[in-house]
């Protein structure tokens, strides 16, 4: 297929999305006709001119069957591999698929016009009106319906579609809207072959202006179920995460079907609508309807173990540096709750022009500053975003946690309780974590059997997730989950003896530091595990220990590949420096006096300024050297990782900086010595000239330098245990 386009392939689920994209697909080449019985297959040619004729489709046949085959998976392409004819491998595919074909129900009854299809009838008849829709070209389909009037609302394809249906799924604004004029109003809600309406293809494709014109020409359209998944438009937006066509659709669909007791649209739909970050409208269905948290939608999922599967959307799941924490904790917002339109009918929906997007939960922006700052400052107004989504997310808990203090075992399996709250612990979603285990403290001690019956104080070491690890730390708990094996008895030391994983490991720059970081999480555990575990061998006769050096065997190489790499591009620049402030202690700016040799410029200030400078960046540089020297001549065993090597390359950058710090202060005091008599003003460019290096030299490597010295002196990740664990 064409570079561009890009057609999933066809599975046991995805039909009726994999059908609409190859026939756009096979339209837009000028092959459709093979398929839909425009263009026959000619007969057996007699004399030249039949000859082309039948090599021409032949040629089409053959690119059109490549096309359906090259877009089907393995499952699909059993079915038609030994088809040479397009129109009957896609006929085949239609009938392998007929499970995802049921007919659908016509709410008003009028079943004439949206469920009844002729199999006898010809679908070529109206091949024009189909072809100039997919050209937009309404001069040529209108002149096609002064002709046939009741084109307008008939099945132009052979896989049910209308003229809308076409015009709807290609986004024509503009046919759209003279179509939905000519048609009756029931004929909104025909249905093609797979049971799915044009507005029901307009909530797939995300045109809002098409939605509209659709729903104020027949409301009752929001109603309509797709015949395949039973969705109604509402929730098929959702799905596609498209929030301004949802929001519409929301705003106007009748809230009593989302009512649980209706059905699982209402579950459906609060599941995608979280999937999407989409967190307002979510608390708002839930304020409707409560029951919904802990309600499964056709797939099993409920929002308590969709929102443990989104950790950007909490606090503890986005990484700030200083200032962007620092604008995150200043930002105010705060949740204004819309008065609801009592007035309106439970069971009709007003439509207005320009409809007000009623019961959303807003948000009030506080101060001039702060709106000013959103605009002009990169990042401020994501920052805003962020903090918005998560006070929204907290809030969404407080609904959903209270209810599920009052469900038994069974009722939180089935409402995906036990999935959440490993989910919440794999990513380190502290919030969720804390707030189900406040509403339901006996799943603190949940076991996950796909995991080898872990429990969750593993879960959170295996993870390498702090935050929860702490958590439980404090706990009375823990002395028993600390003592829990797996299946392959490795105890919760072994387990922190295995790799992290790479979304962990990420968090932390340079292999060294990396290492440094692992073996931390090693030490933390060994000291809360009772003495007996320590040597306790699993199923593979390995201790914690040796599960330790063999996992972290890669690693310890990079991480010495690391530190040799920085340290000698470190020590190349310090060497020069060292060379370069010796050889100007000998040449003195001004020269020497010839009769006594003192230099000549000795008794003025910034003469002591060149020569204090120059010692220090002199002494700094060679104490560089020696530090970068004897990391590369290091052993790099394990241990070496957590404080030795971590502590030479702290103090070989901070003797670099300086060292660089020096050579711009002596060689500013050079000029300013040199120039001063001539040009008294000299000094304020060569200090701002000076302290470029030096500033680029600290934007580069500073974070690196401040990460280093944080992760080796600073207070860790761990909290401080007052008393360690001891066997009883």
Known sequence: METGTAVEQLNASNYENWKLRVQEYLVRQDLWGI?????????????????????????????????????????????????????????????ANSNFLQPANNSNGNQAITEQIDEDYDYTLHVALYKAINKNDWESAREHLKYYPNAVSAKITSTGETALHIAANSGRVHLVEKLVELMPKEALEIKNHSGVTALSLTAAQGCTKIAKLMVEKNSNLLRIQSSSHNRIPLVVSAINGNKDLMQYLYSVTPKELLDPKNGENGAAFLTYVAEANIYDVALDV????????????????TIIHALATKPSAF????????????????????LDYLFRDSERSQHSIQIDSEPNVQNFIKVKEHGRVWKALARLVPGVKQIHKNKVMHVQVMELLKVICPRMSNLNVQQLSDAGAYHAIFY???????????????????????????????????????????NIYNFISQTGAKNDMVLRASDTMNNTLHLAGFLAPPSQLEKVSGAALQMQ??????????????????????????????????????????GEAWMKETSQACMIVSTLIATVMFAAAFTVPGGNNGDTGTPIFSKTRMFYVFIIADAISLFSSCTSVLMFLAILTARYSEMDFLKSLPQKLILGLASLFISMASMMTAFGA????????????????????????????????????????????????????KHKNKED
Not at 286 to 301: F, V
Not at 317 to 333: A, D, E, H, K, M
């Open 35 to 95: 398929l839909d019985g425009s263009e026959t297959q000619p007969q057996i040619p007699s004399q030249q001119a039949d000859d082309d004729q039948f090599k021409t489709w032949m040629s089409k046949n053959a690119m059109a069957l490549q096309v359906i085959k090259l877009s089907c998976g393995t499952e699909m392409l059993s079915h038609i591999t030994y088809e040479d004819s397009a129109k009957a491998a896609w006929e085949k595919l239609a009938t």
């Open 424 to 466: 919440t612990t794999r990513f380190g979603i502290i919030e969720y974590f804390k707030e189900i285990i406040n509403s339901c403290p006996h799943l603190m001690h949940s076991i996950n059997g796909d995991k080898g019956g872990i429990g969750l104080l593993q879960e959170a070491v295996l993870s390498r997730q702090h």
């Open 517 to 558: 970081r692992e073996i931390q999480w090693f030490q933390d555990v060994e000291q809360m595990v009772p003495p007996r575990l320590k040597e306790l061998i699993n199923d593979n006769d390995k201790t914690p220990r040796d599960v330790f050096r063999e996992e972290h065997k890669a690693l310890v190489k990079e």
């Open 670 to 721: 050079t000029l300013v010595i040199v120039l001063s008599g001539s040009i008294s003003w000299a000094y304020i460019p060569v200090a701002l000239l000076a302290s470029i290096p030096v500033l680029l030299f600290g934007m580069l490597q500073f974070p690196l330098f401040v990460d280093i010295v944080l992760s080796t002196y600073g207070p860790g990740i761990f909290l401080k245990k």
């Open 286 to 301: 839930l304020q409707r309807y409560p029951q919904l948290a802990t309600a499964r939608d056709s797939e099993g999922m």
């Open 315 to 334: 606090p503890s799941g986005n990484r700030y540096g200083f200032l962007q924490q620092l604008i995150y904790t200043s930002i105010p917002v705060e």
